[in-house]
């Protein structure tokens, strides 16, 4: 039964190990394009598998016999966010093809890092351990620094990689003494262990709260949370389009979800002794008033910003903040709407990344909001598309993002939490002005010139898919809600 449901992971370990092995030996492009596509699709039944067998059955397991040693977790949210990071993959993926030919030709390890990227992405989902957390960070976040600069050539993308690894190195010193801070804490690295510890008064309290404290400052760097957001814009202007649409979403994903098991781990709602319910309170505060500036900040900068491109990465820091509050919230709300507003920002998000890929060309057209003005009229597909994505970031139903925000704050206000909503529901109608604008750009705005209709290729079957989530998501809400409420047991 362990190997059944660790499959999910022993897949996409084998095919990052296998598919650059046949992409060191064949030099046709297909061929690795194909295998990374089953591959992921392969991962993703597996998840899905996975996702469906009982909680009683997983629980069920002795974690003393098995061979992981209750390092890695299995079912439940893992298994849904494995399913999510291989759709951002598969989406990204198909986006992909045309848009590389186009600007700097097809290198065929791009498919080769996106795969170990995942691969880092699902360990972080399956994590149990913090040297697992720490190792399925990594593993996803060494990718990132290289797909930045995909585009050797290009000053901005070198750029981007530059800053890029250098502030990610900077949050992993962090991550790795807090890592230290909690095992000298508690004696473990288990995070049952640690939650147990922390609950029955055994952790030494001074190491406890610096170890959580910098575990935190390092997994904010990952999500790009104020104030340690500044790497994300200048990384996803300057990153390949396709790239910026994996790393704000998948990426962010994997991030939140090592926020996540950290939140459960270390802010055990039944506190049992002073220590506990005091790093509760406290932390819970703080997070609370990192999202909260993390939606104001990230929101009134994007309203100034004149480049599409920049205004999404910004966007992204803003939506990080509305994440944020499920996690601040600690409950059983806060979960669930994490799941859905994750979901629900993949398609969207990617949607609009994907969008302004198929329209840019190496002259640097369509960068400005000027130059998106009256494309209904020659691209009236993409325009379409991009108004879906744009009133679903925005939260107007019927789209999913409506009912994202929804939900978290509805848990938010359930976590006596209401100063906080009462922020994010400002920072959402000042998010509107530069939604709707490029909107209104878009089709009361007379063309600056007359642009050919650029071929979508592949990258149609992505947005068809995305704008369909989004509309799919924002009518049956539910289906998500109701399916996920057992997976955080």
């Known amino acids: ?55 009683e059955t997983i629980q069920a397991l002795d974690s003393s016999k098995t061979i992981t040693k209750n390092m890695i977790m299995f079912g439940g949210f893992s298994a849904y966010f494995d399913i999510l990071f291989c759709l951002a993959g598969i989406l990204v993926i198909l986006a992909s093809r045309n848009y590389l030919n186009r600007e700097y030709g097809e290198y065929k390890e791009y498919y080769s890092l996106i795969v170990a990227s995942i691969c880092g992405m699902i360990l972080i989902a399956h994590s149990n351990n913090l040297l697992v957390l720490f190792i399925g960070i990594e593993t996803m976040s060494i990718p990132f620094y290289i797909l930045a600069g995909f585009f050797r050539t290009n000053q901005k993308s070198i750029e981007a990689s530059i800053k890029y690894f250098l502030l990610g190195a900077f949050s992993t010193g962090f991550l790795v003494y807090g890592i230290a801070m909690v095992y000298g804490a508690t004696g473990s690295l288990d995070i049952s262990i640690i939650s147990s510890k922390i609950q029955t008064g055994q952790a030494i309290e001074i190491y406890l709260k610096i170890g959580l404290a910098l575990l935190i400052i390092g997994l904010c760097f990952k999500v790009a949370i104020f104030p340690f957001h500044q790497w994300a814009p200048d ?7 396709v790239v910026s649409a994996f790393m704000s979403t998948a990426g962010k994903a994997a991030a939140l979800v090592g926020f996540i098991i950290i939140a459960k781990g270390f802010l055990p709602k039944n506190s049992f002794n002073e220590v506990s319910s005091l790093l509760n309170t406290n932390f819970k505060l703080i997070l609370a008033i990192l999202s909260a500036i993390t939606m104001i900040i990230g929101n009134i900068t994007a309203l100034v910003q004149k480049n599409v491109k920049r205004m999404l990465a910004y966007s992204s820091v803003a939506h990080a903040g509305y994440l944020l509050m499920g996690i601040a919230s600690n409950n059983q709300d806060g979960w669930s709407g994490i799941i859905f507003y994750s979901t629900a920002y993949l398609f969207m998000q990617i949607g609009a990344f994907i969008v302004v890929s198929v329209l840019e060309r190496q002259t640097e057209n369509f960068v400005t909001y000027e130059e998106y003005s009256g494309i209904h009229k020659s691209h009236p597909f993409l325009a379409a598309v991009m108004s879906m994505f744009m009133l679903s970031l925005a939260g107007i139903p019927p789209f999913a993002g409506f009912f994202g925000k929804y939900y978290l704050f509805v848990a938010a206000v359930k976590a006596d939490l209401l100063w906080l909503t009462v922020i994010a529901v400002i920072a959402s109608i000042i998010s509107m002005y530069f939604y709707i604008g490029l909107i209104l750009q878009m089709y009361f705005k007379e063309p600056l010139s007359k642009e050919p209709e650029s071929d979508t290729g592949l990258a149609k079957i992505t947005l068809v898919i995305s704008a369909a989530g989004i509309l799919f998501f924002g009518i049956f809400p539910q289906i998500i809600v109701n399916f996920t409420e057992n997976l955080f047991k």
């Open 1 to 55: 039964m362990e190997y059944i449901l660790a499959s999910p992971l022993i897949s996409i370990l084998f095919f990052s190990v296998f598919i650059p092995v046949v992409d060191g030996i064949t030099k046709n492009r297909t061929t690795v394009f194909v295998l990374t596509l089953l591959g992921l699709i392969i991962t993703g039944i597996l998840a899905i598998y996975t996702l469906l067998i009982p909680v």
């Open 235 to 241: 990384v996803y202007d300057g990153s390949p389009t």
